[in-house]
DNA sequence: GCCAACGTTGGC
DNA sequence: GCCAACGTTGGC
């Protein structure tokens, strides 16, 4: 019996292209970054329990005069405590969270390729198949979200990607 | 800069 | 456990 297929899954990341983009990410040691810093419950569950390496990952810039998804990236690792949080001299440092405990959580992602035409947020409106995205749900404020394996398919074709 | 949506906090 | 107040996100 061959050994069971680990699946890939894919995720969207938002960061604000002012503070961290997507080409910083291809510019930074092995194209790699900690993705730190991440403080919402349900996100941090995310980096934590589901994320794996080798998972796939949009990068969307937000809060950007273009919002749209730029780039692709991959985990480079699954989830691990995130250091910040016990630094009492980092921004994200949080006294609640005891190293024996971690309370937060981070991967790594590395930069893999931009997407020759980002995909404007507008456009993905626009486009019937990305109808249940939940980047485009009402109200949606999470930075970190699945995406299923169409809507990737489908945003990497729309951004002039060949293949998945 | 405005404001809708949502998460978190803290008084009770 | 409820819920008002407050803070943050993020598009416009």
Known sequence: MP???KTRRFWLLKTEPGTFSFDDLMRA??????????????ARNLLRDEMQEGDGVFIYHSSTDVPAVVGVAV??????PDP???????PYHDPKSDPD???????DVRGVEALPRPVSLAQL???PALEGMNLLRKG??????????AEWRKVRALGGLKGD
């Not at 985990?75 to 691990?80: C, D, F, L, P």
């Not at 910040?84 to 980092?90: G, P, Y």
């Open 125 to 127: 409106r626009e486009t």
């Open 101 to 107: 405990k971690p309370k937060w959580f981070q991967i």
């Open 75 to 80: 985990v480079a690792r699954a989830g691990y």
């Open 29 to 42: 040691p092995k194209k790699t970054t900690g993705w730190d810093g991440v403080r919402n419950y349900q």
């Open 140 to 149: 949606n404020r999470l930075s970190v979200q699945p995406v299923t394996g």
């Open 84 to 90: 910040n949080a016990f630094d009492r001299k980092s």
């Open 3 to 5: 050994a069971a297929k």
